[in-house]
């Protein structure tokens, strides 16, 4: 009948199409290709192959084959050489159902976070196989999870150096449930434990301190209680460790923004530098590289460089410079915007901060305004150990690929809200502030001195004047002296007695004047006369 037949075609088109999406079966010419580090794919909503695997967008390694795409489709490419791929074809389908959905949250749900480009989500408990917690503040952790709870932390992939090996092996333990268990935990090695004391852990298990990794016992303070949890296969590599993660990474083609040298950082440096790139893009900046990854060997820049670990780089931003670069605001404003950004983001340390700068002259600029680097890199950390690894690793040549479009969401909990005022340096420093005071008390010092000379002065001239009204012929003034008085009948000359002298001349009659000799001016009284010589005649 036709409904039969109908339904026998939808039903075989149906199947026709859902294979026309397997790995196996699909021509390339039909599909959206798509590479995983290099491993080209297919983008499609199913991956049964033997041998392959799903891989999301966003996801280290990971090009943008299958950006446009629906959120069930997804590259489907070859696993890597050094996992074994005699597994199942079902076990393959439960292990990447597993690895996209972790625990008890899901993505559309959940905030994001990532470790060293390990993409994760912010959960409260974390037992997926292959997955562990990772605390922000740990080496490669970013920001994702920072305004979360405590016991909120980023369940993120193990290393691939560790997946595989620790996972196959944490589950043949159990811990036991008695009164000793004081709490939840996991090992370095991500295997999910109790805190426990020491000596109520179990020999087949083993107890991991907090100072070598383990996570979720950190908030007790007896220190015989630690994360008692399945002991690691003999070849795991302890993450937390100082070669945990000896890696290092270059950028891929996603990281436009970035020009100028090869960079080449540690890959627990990688969530900063996927910021850097999202700042430098949003202020429409380029930055050439000048330097990042040092070996060793080299004999310029700090003793112990973050360079040499490969946790820092060196920039210019649009053709700034470091001159450029010394003060804000600059002469170019994007760049100002740049920089300004950085200081915003509490994940990074730019050497230029006026508030707090690293001291290295560069240039004419006594800051290091062209370094950046991490503010969270843990300094305890064997980091000899580490320049060791990294500069073995570098010989060799391995370098993974890291993309740096995750960038974009690492910076949403960076305050971009007044920026203009931030590291503004156009104000009067403090420095010219002092040197403002100093001055204003040196002028007030020496208009000081000034009056007590005028004063001083004008004592010295009422003393002359005094002098001379006793008698100072030199000035030409004679004065009466009352205990020296003529009589008129003892005078020699008629009408009374006359005395002069070569200045002035002294008159006694019914009254006295004062005349001076030189100008001929009279004065009644001898001060009088005394005033104006001092005056006219000095």
Known sequence: PPSTTRRTTTRALTTSTRRTFAPATTTRANSIRCSVSGRAGVCTSTCSQSGYRHYAYGTAGVDAGCKNEPSHVRCCAPLPPSTTRRTTTRALTTSTRRTFAPATTTRA??????????AGLCTSTCTQSGYRHFAYGTAGVDAGCKNEPSHV????????STRGTTTRRTTAATVPQDNNNQGACRSPFGAAGQ??????????LQSFPTSQGASGCQHIRAADVQCCAAR????????????????????????????????TINARFIDEVQRIHAHARAAGVSIYIT?????????YGAGKSRHKVGMAIDMNASGCNSDCMCRLPTRISSVTTFLRRLIADRALHWGGDPSKPINWRVGSCSRDSVHIQSTTYLG???????????NARNSR?????????????????????NLDSIGDESALSSGAVAGIVVAALVCCVLMLVVVACCVLRASSSSSASASAAYGDTERGVTMNN???QVDAADSAYPGGYAASSGYGTQQQQQQQVYTCNICQKSYAMAADLTHHVALRHP
């Open 109 to 118: 749900n959940s905030i994001r976070c990532s470790v060293s480009g390990r």
């Open 153 to 160: 932390r980023c369940c993120a992939p193990l290393p691939p």
């Open 397 to 417: 040549g391995q370098f993974r690929r890291f993309s740096c479009s995750a960038g974009a969401a690492l910076i949403d909990d960076v305050d971009v809200s």
């Open 291 to 299: 330097d990042s990854f040092r070996v060793s060997t080299v004999s």
């Open 232 to 263: 690691p296969p003999p070849d795991a590599i302890n993450p937390a460790q100082p070669n945990g993660e000896c890696e290092l990474a270059r950028p891929d083609s996603t990281c436009g923004a970035f020009t100028g040298r090869q960079m």
């Open 380 to 390: 305890n950390r064997d980091y000899y150990a580490e320049q060791r690894c990294l």
């Open 195 to 204: 805190c426990r004391p020491t000596s109520a852990c179990p020999s087949s």
């Open 482 to 484: 009352a205990f020296y």
